[in-house]
């Protein structure tokens, strides 16, 4: 099933990527290059995973709230690749928008599909109350309470040393809300009741923590070639294998790991099993 949804909304995002009027040369091919360039999909599989347990006959009602939050982690990834940010010149195995076109248009890339990702919200074909939520959700998390302020703290405190309660509370903010972000937005379309919202959300916490790890883990331990972006960069940066070693980032994930499934627990048990595949898929 997950193999189907996944399928059904890579054909969804390519036939309703920004459409862009004028004569710019490069503009528009430069705005859906990363988003076609693939990723793991993950914030929207998490959101339609969610709606596909609970509300399946809103599942494809649910696909441009889903292209949304990818267009909204699009347009982070463009702008943390910056030469003001992390300088980077691969992302998703493919040249950084910055080093293949120039900076401005890097910038405006990410400014698009920021706010291109709340109109594709605001049009979804859902109620009005649903549809304000889910704005709120995703600027609440997206934006400087979440995603934007974790990724200030980071480039602010770049080289120096965090205690380990400070680090993740940057990449709580920096990675997990958006991930948890995806989920409630599922439950919110699916109208659960809020101690179900409540629990899927510090699901997704922990999931997005556990998914941070992990990836400080693999800029540790693998090529470029094989994560499909730059790796081995991360000696200045505020990583967990930087604070704790390598040894122990990994007892930290397994932990971190086992923590998460008893967050599962909490969950309805369909939904529970479903998310649980995504979590295997990923970190075996």
């Known amino acids: 099933m997950q193999e189907k949804i996944l399928k059904e909304f890579e054909e969804y995002l390519e036939k309703n990527l920004p459409a862009i009027e004028g004569f710019h040369p490069h503009f528009q091919r430069a705005l859906g290059e990363i988003l076609l360039a693939g990723g793991k999909r993950f914030r929207p599989m998490l959101l339609l995973s969610v709606v596909d347990v609970c509300a399946p006959l809103l599942l494809r009602n649910s696909f441009p709230v889903a292209l949304g939050v990818e267009m909204l982690h699009t347009y982070s990834l463009i702008h943390d690749d910056l030469p003001a940010m992390d300088d980077a010149d691969l992302r998703r195995g493919h040249q950084t928008l910055h080093v293949e076109y120039n900076e401005v248009t890097a910038i405006l890339a990410g400014d698009a599909l920021n706010t291109d990702a709340f109109y594709m919200i605001a049009t979804a074909p859902l109620s009005d ?83 941070q790890i992990q990836d400080d883990i693999i800029d540790a331990t693998q090529s470029k070639e094989e994560a499909g972006k730059p790796t081995g960069n991360d000696e200045q940066k505020n990583s967990f294998v930087n604070l704790l070693g390598l040894d122990e980032a990994l007892k930290y994930r397994d932990n971190a790991l086992e923590a998460l499934h008893a967050e599962l627990k909490k969950l309805d048990k369909k939904l529970a099993e479903r998310l649980n595949t995504i979590v295997k898929g990923y970190f075996g």
Do not use: P, W
């Open 129 to 211: 109350k649903t549809r304000v939520e889910l704005v709120k959700i995703l600027a609440q998390n997206g934006g400087s309470g979440g995603m934007v302020i974790g990724q200030a703290i980071d480039c602010e405190f770049e080289g120096q040393i965090l205690k380990q309660s400070q680090l993740e509370f940057l990449h709580l903010n920096k990675t997990a809300k958006l991930i948890a972000a995806s989920l409630l937005m599922g439950a919110v379309i699916c109208e659960l009741d809020e101690n179900s919202k409540d629990a899927i959300y510090s699901f997704g916490l922990k999931l997005g923590l556990l998914f």
